[in-house]
Structures are given as structure tokens and as C-alpha cells.
């Protein structure tokens, strides 16, 4: 079955960098598109960012310039690289398998599989 876990989650100081990770499993990860989503406390959940089977990116605009989206096929992980954290970027941090190869829509019913999520920090 399909099996998304996201890692490297953390408490971190304004200003500073995290780097996250999505170990993926049961399904053939170069063939999809995957994104990165967050959630804070008391609000939706957001798109960060997407990157395609092709390597092709797309960012939400709170974290462009910021944020940088890598996979690596042979490891089926997908990496979410956030530097200049400020605490607005607090949040539980979620990967999601989106259902096409070249998928970069921001909606959350472009994704069919979901990890459990990591939690980001940012302490001021």
C-alpha cells in the first residue's frame, strides 16, 4: 500500500533552516508529481510547493524564494529545503502524492495519498 512519512520536522529559531523529508513506498514514485502542503493552528490546510515527475516546481507565493522542492528517484524521497524561517511558518508539514505525472495544481483533491505529518516550530 501506499506509504508517504515525512521526517526532519523540529524546533528552530527565526531566521533559520529546516530541511524536510518524505520517504515514499507502494507505488512507482517517479511517475508522479508530489507536493508539500502545511497546516497551522486554527487554519486550512496550504499549499507550499510541488514538483513534478519531470523535476518542474511550483511554489506558493508566502514561501517563494524561500523554499526549495527536490526529489530524489532513487531514494523515492521528495525534500522541502525552508530557509529564512519566521513563525508565521509554523505548522504541521504534509507531503501528498498528487494523481498525475505533471500535476501542479494547489488543490488538495489534485493529491490521493497524504503522510501523517511533521511539525515545524519556529521559536522568535
Known amino acids: 500500500q501506499v506509504q508517504l512519512v515525512e521526517s526532519g520536522g523540529g524546533l528552530v529559531q527565526a531566521g533559520g533552516s529546516l530541511r524536510l523529508s518524505c520517504a515514499a513506498s507502494g507505488f512507482t514514485f517517479s511517475r508522479y508529481a508530489m507536493g508539500w502542503f502545511r497546516q497551522a493552528p486554527g487554519k486550512e490546510r496550504e499549499f507550499v510547493g510541488c514538483?513534478?515527475?519531470?523535476?518542474?516546481?511550483v511554489y506558493a507565493d508566502s514561501v517563494k524564494g524561500r523554499a526549495t522542492i527536490s526529489r530524489d528517484n532513487a531514494k523515492n524521497t521528495v525534500y522541502l529545503q525552508m530557509n529564512s524561517l519566521q513563525s508565521e511558518d509554523t505548522a504541521v508539514y504534509y507531503c501528498?502524492?498528487?494523481?498525475?505525472?505533471?500535476?501542479?495544481?494547489?488543490?488538495?483533491?489534485?493529491?490521493?495519498?497524504w503522510g501523517q505529518g511533521t511539525q515545524v516550530t519556529v521559536s522568535s
Open positions: 514538483i513534478t515527475s519531470g523535476g518542474g516546481k
Open positions: 501528498a502524492k498528487n494523481i498525475r505525472a505533471y500535476g501542479v495544481r494547489s488543490e488538495a483533491g489534485e493529491y490521493d495519498y
